[in-house]
C-alpha cells in the first residue's frame, strides 16, 4: 500500500465511522458490487419493507468503480432507469443518510450482513463470425472478493452470496475460504453463509424485482437458511410474493442457472422455427399468438434479433461448466450450450436478410438502426445482439447512424447514439432497422409518417413491432421485412 | 370389389340411407376415422352447442375398424376413458339415434361436412438402443383417404382437416387431390377446405378437450375459413374458449406441429438437467417447482420416464420433413429433431439406474411395472416409454409383472397387464418401478405399506410420485431412488 492509499484507506474509515455514528441503532448491510444489481440492492435495503438498514456499498479503487462511488455519495445515481421508483429510493436514502459508497474494506468489518453481488464472468472465445469455440469460467476474481471478505468480516455476520455462480460455489469455494481466512486470524467463524439469487431486470419495474417478487434462497446449514429467510423478509414484500426455501446451496445455485438455461434455449429453438416461416411464408407471430392460448404453451417465445444481457449469454455455460468441473461429470449440457451457440450467431440472420435485399452491396450505404440497448424500454448495452450486427454492417462499409432513447454513447463501440427521434428523421438513409423492442418504437405515428414519406428503403423490423397496417403503408413505397415472418 | 363386398356395401349404402331418413333436417357431419380422435369428435359433433347433427363415422374395412364399427353400432364405445362424459354422450347419441359407424364411402355422398381425424405417420427406422437413423414420411395413406372423398363428396362440402399434417398439406396435397376427382367427375368443386387441428388429451377431460378448449382454424381461402369458423361455433364452447383465425392452412398447420415440438423440446431439455441434478446430489423437483414460481417459467417440465403418444414422438419429424420437402429447405428443424432422438432414448436412463443398483444382474430378478400408459389417468399404450424400458428389461432376462389401473393388456407387447393392486402385492419382487405418473400410485396408503413390508427390495420412482415422507420410510428397508433426485 502506497502512503497515498494509506491515507486515502484511513480517510474513508473515518468516513464509515461518521456514517455509522450517524445511523446508530440500525443495523449495517454492506453490499460487495455496485454494478445494476447491487447498486439497486442498496437502494432496497436502504428502504426495507419493516427494517430500514445503514447500507454500506463497496466496490474495487478501479478508476470506474471510484467514478460511481464518487457519484453516489455526491447524489448522483449512476444507473439512468424509466423506473421512476430508483430516483425516488435513491433520494430517499439520502434524506435518511443511510447509504455510502466506498471502496474501502473496512465496512466488511461493521456489518451485520454483507451481500455479494459481484460479477462473475464466462470468458467465451469466439470468432469472427461468433462461433464459440471454447470458454472458461474463472473463479479467481470471486475468490479474492470473498478472501477480502473473510479477512474482514465479524464471526457471526451474514453472508449471502447473490452472485449467479457456478452450482456448487457456496459450499466448495466460498465456506473453505472464509473458514481459511478465520484459521489465519486465528479465530473460528461461527457466522452464517447463504444464497439467494437475484432476479433483476433493469428496465420499468428495476425495483420491484427486487422488492416485489419472488425469490429462492437457501444456507450452507439450517440456521444459515433461517438467517437468510429472516434478513429477506425485511427487504421484500414476502406476503404477496412468498420466500421459497431449497434444501441447500447447491439447490438455488443450480435453480438460477436453470431457469436462464431454459430461457435461452427456447429462444433458440424458436430461432430455427422463424426461419421455417420465412421459408413457407407464415406469419410466425399470429402463430405464436394462437399457440399462447394454451395455458400449458404461454411461455413460448417470439423471434427476434438475437439474446443479449449479462445472464441469458452465459448462465448456460456456467451450469455446464460446473457440471464437468465441480461434479466431475464426463459431459456437460449439451442442449444449453447449444443454445449459447445458436443465440451468439442470431443476428447474422439479420446481416443475411438486409445484405440479400440491399442492391449493390452494403458499402457507403447509410443505416439507421433504432435501438442499441439488448432489452426494449432500458439503457443496457452488455452483450447487446445489436453489437454483432453493428460491426458486420461496419465491415461491410455502412455508414451506421444509431438512436436509443436510453443511451447517449455506446461504450463498447466508442460511437455516439441520438437520444432524439426527430432530429435523426431530417437525414437520408438506405436501410432502416428496428433493432431493440422500445415500446416507443410501437404505435409510433412519427415513425410511420416518416417511413411513408420515404421511398427505395430497406426496413427490417428484426422484433415484430410493425403492425400490418403499418406495414401495408410503407410497403407502398419502401420493401419491408421481418424477422421469422415470411407472409411480407 | 368382389360380390360379397358389393352386397356388403349396399347393406351398408341401406343402413345409411335409413340412418339420414330417421334424421330428416339435420345436417350431416361424416367424421372419417375413428381413432382416438375421430371417435370422441364424432360424439361432440352428436351432441353440439348450438346444433346436433346426424353424425356418421367412417373407418377403413380392415378387421381392426371393423370390429370398431359393430361395436359402435351394438352400443358399445371401444375406448375406455375416465371421463365420464364419453359415456354420457355416446348413451345421448344412442338414444337419439344419431349417430352411425361404417366402412361404406357411400358416407361421403352425403355429407354437408367431411372431418378428417386419420393418421399421418412418420416411418423411424432407430437401432434396438433406439438411436434414430432415419425417417420417413409417407403421404400415401393419407392421400388415398382424400381421393376417397374427392370421388363422392357433393361438391359444395365443406372438408375440415383435423389430422396432424406436414405443412403445406392442405395447399399442395388435399386441395389439387379433390380438384383432381372432381375433374375426373366432370363437374367443378365449389366447396370448403379448412384447416383446425385437434388437441385432444384422452383422459378424464377426454370430451372437453374438444368441447371446452382452445381452436385455431383456417381455410384455403376466405369463403373456407369463414365455414370452418360458423361449423366450429356450432360444436365448441367458443363464447368461453374463442376462436383464433389464422391467415392460411400452413399457418395452423405449422402452429400445430411447433406447439407439440416446443413440448417435445423443453421435454429433452430438462433430461440433460435431471442427470445433473442427480450428479450433484440436488432435488430437481424442488428447483423446478421454485422456478415455476415465475409466471415466465410456469411451463418449465418436469422429468420422468420418457416421452410417449401419438404427437410429442412425431410432430417435430413432421414439421422437419415438410421443411426440407414441401418448402425445398436446405436444412431441416434440427434442435426440433434432435428433441425426439433425445426423447427417444430416455428410458435407457431408468434401465441403467436399474442395472446399477440391482446386484448381480437382472437375470431371473421380478420386476413389478406400475404403469403401462405413456400419460397417467388413461389406458393409452401408443409409443409408451415402458415399451423401451420393458423390452430391455426382457433382453436382460428380468420376468415382468405388469400393472395398469386401465389397462388389461398390452397390444403391442402381447402381454397380459394386472389391474388390481390388492393382488399384485401378493407376489415377491426384487425390484418395482412407478413407471407411470397414475394419480392412484400418488398417496397411496396401501402401496407405502406395501413397500414398508418388503426389505431388499429396489425401489424406481420414475415420475416423482412418491413423497418425501413415504421416501423416509420405504428406505428403512429398501433401496429407493427417483429419477432427477440427487439427494437420495
Redesign the interface.
Known sequence: MTKDQNIMEATDSQMIDDFLSNNKGKKVVVVQGLGFVGAVMSLVCANGITEEYAVIGVDLPTKEAIKKINALNRGEFPIASSDPKVMEYFEKSRSKSNFLATHSTYAYQKADVIIIDINLDVDKVSSDEKVLQSYDVSLSGFKKAIQSIGRACQPDVLILVETTVP??TCQFVVKPIIEEEFGQRGISFNGYIGHSYE?VMPGPKYIDSIQNF?R?YSGIDEPSANKVEAFLKTIIRTDEY?L?R???T???E??KV??N???A??I??IQ??S???E??????Y??????R??P?????MMPGLGVGGYCLTKDPLL?SW??KT????E?G????E?AVQ?NDRMPLRAFDIIENNVKGGLSSKRVLLLGISYLNDVGDTRYTPVELLCRKLLAAGAQLTLHDPFLEYWDELELAIETDLEEIFQKKYDVVLISTAHSSYRNNIGLINFFETKKDLFVLDCWGILSPEEIIRIAQKNTVKVIGRG?I
Open positions: 452450482p456448487g432476479r419472488y429462492v412468498p421459497t431449497l434444501s441447500n447447491h439447490a438455488t443450480m435453480a436453470l431457469e438455461s431454459f430461457r434455449m427456447n433458440a429453438f430455427e422455427w426461419n421455417y416461416a421459408e413457407a411464408g407464415v406469419n410466425i399470429e402463430v405464436i399468438q394462437a399457440i392460448m394454451r400449458t404453451h404461454k411461455n413460448i451450469a460446473s457440471k465441480m461434479f466431475k461429470s459431459k449440457l449439451s442442449n444449453s447449444q445458436i407472409d
